[in-house]
Nanobody
Framework: QVQLVESGGGLVQAGGSLRLSCAAS????????MAWYRQAPGNERELVAF???????NYRESVKGRFSISRDNAKNTVSLQMNSLKPEDTAVYYC?????????WGQGTQVTVSS
């Protein structure tokens, strides 16, 4: 089972950008799905975006056109480029790896967008 470590979170003003990275401890080439979730205080964890082994991507409606997920199997990383950030994007962002055998989570990284 891979271990995941997120980085890149921080405080940014509305309209700004951040790039989150998720580093895996082992190869992700055979991981069926690499995903980013987020959880704001008092809310349930929600799917933000995912990238499949075949290269397809999918985004929640509220981030379409602003966020972009990219997967680098050679470096065992998955990134989330977040542009035009809004205060409602404030949350802890988690990386997830899903294979046929398991689902693994990172510890999360805080993103705070000030208005």
């Amino acid at each position: 089972q891979v271990q995941l470590v997120e980085s890149g979170g921080g405080l940014v003003q509305a309209g700004g950008s951040l790039r989150l990275s998720c580093a895996a401890s082992a190869s992700i080439v055979n991981i069926d799905r690499m995903a980013w979730y987020r959880q704001a205080p008092g809310n349930e964890r929600e799917l933000v975006a995912f990238s499949t082994r075949s290269g397809s991507t999918n985004y929640r409606e509220s981030v379409k056109g602003r966020f972009s997920i990219s997967r680098d199997n050679a470096k065992n990383t998955v990134s989330l480029q977040m542009n035009s950030l809004k205060p409602e994007d404030t949350a802890v962002y988690y990386c997830q790896a899903v294979s046929w055998a398991y689902s693994a989570w990172g510890q999360g990284t805080q993103v705070t967008v000030s208005s």
